[in-house]
């Protein structure tokens, strides 16, 4: 099983003893069993070792057996303690241009690892911080995920999943994901930006002043907007049975190019016919049925 040994050697005062220093690395596969190992003292032969000085007495001596068990890893998330799973009804816990922020914990009776587990958490940045031991025989270590929605994300909900393991990587370890959903019609504002720059952005056909009305708290629209703050690009309309695409732009104007280019998530409908209750980011327009 990998085990090595180095070449015997005189020691103690006497110098009428052998050593020989053995060592061995357990790898994945050898947890949860106890594993062996014999060892016989024979009669020394070797002309280094006069026969005078010999260890041993006879040619066979005493059998030396060593148990030596190997743990098996236990690997648990204690942040969050399980996954974490938005309502179909929540509108988002991110928006498109706003850092969305995770801390991460695992812990384990082996140097604990965490590793990006899903291919929407590969768009983001996961970054170690620290380790450290908790006693008793476990160690925890911490992880910060970040993740920045763009433009195509809007209305999407991305599992963002991890994996609890050992650093050895001798078992699977534990799976956890969070779900990031990026809202509708919302955009976080970035140095320098302006509405009338939002409207070139985002292809508006209409005034930049729909924009302002959208957004009451912004009091005056010839000032650059303050970064980080959130801007609503217009309201957002539930659908009713039988409306489509065609129907829903035709009735506010716009196209379904357009309403693509905000709601990414309908693309991926089957056909034209949207579900009941569908909400969509209108570029901008007002109807009693928004919300």
Known sequence: V?????????????GRRVCVDLAWTPHAGHEGAVHE?????????????????????????TRLLIRIPVTAASNTWVQPAASVTLDS?????????????????????????VEVDSTDAQRGQ????????????????????????????????????????????????????????????????QAGDTFKSLTRRYQLNTNWLNLWNANPAVTDPDLLLVPGSRVRLGPVYLSR?????????????????????VNPALSLLPDDLLPTSTAICLLPCTSPTVV
Do not use: H
Not at 37 to 44: D, E, G, K, N, V
Not at 89 to 113: H, I, M, W
Not at 126 to 144: C, H, I, K, M, P
């Open 2 to 14: 990998g085990m090595t040994y180095g070449a015997q050697y005189t020691c103690g005062a006497s």
């Open 37 to 61: 190992l014999r060892a016989t003292a024979l009669q020394a032969t070797s002309a280094s070792i006069p026969a005078a000085n010999a260890p041993c007495d006879a040619s066979e001596g």
């Open 89 to 113: 009804k929540d509108p988002g816990n991110a928006a498109v241009g706003q850092r969305f922020a995770t801390s991460l914990r695992c812990r384990s009776n082996y140097e604990p690892l």
């Open 126 to 189: 996961l970054t170690r911080l620290q380790s450290f031991y908790e006693g008793g025989g476990t160690w925890a270590v911490d992880y910060n995920f970040t993740f920045t929605p763009q433009r195509g994300d809007e209305g999407t909900t991305r599992s963002m999943c991890f994996r609890c393991r050992d650093g050895a990587r001798s078992s699977p370890g534990q799976r956890v994901c969070v779900d990031v959903r990026t809202r509708l019609c919302t955009y976080t504002v």
């Open 241 to 261: 049975a039988g409306d489509t695409l065609s129907s829903v732009s035709a009735s506010f104007s716009t196209t379904v190019k357009l309403l693509l280019s």
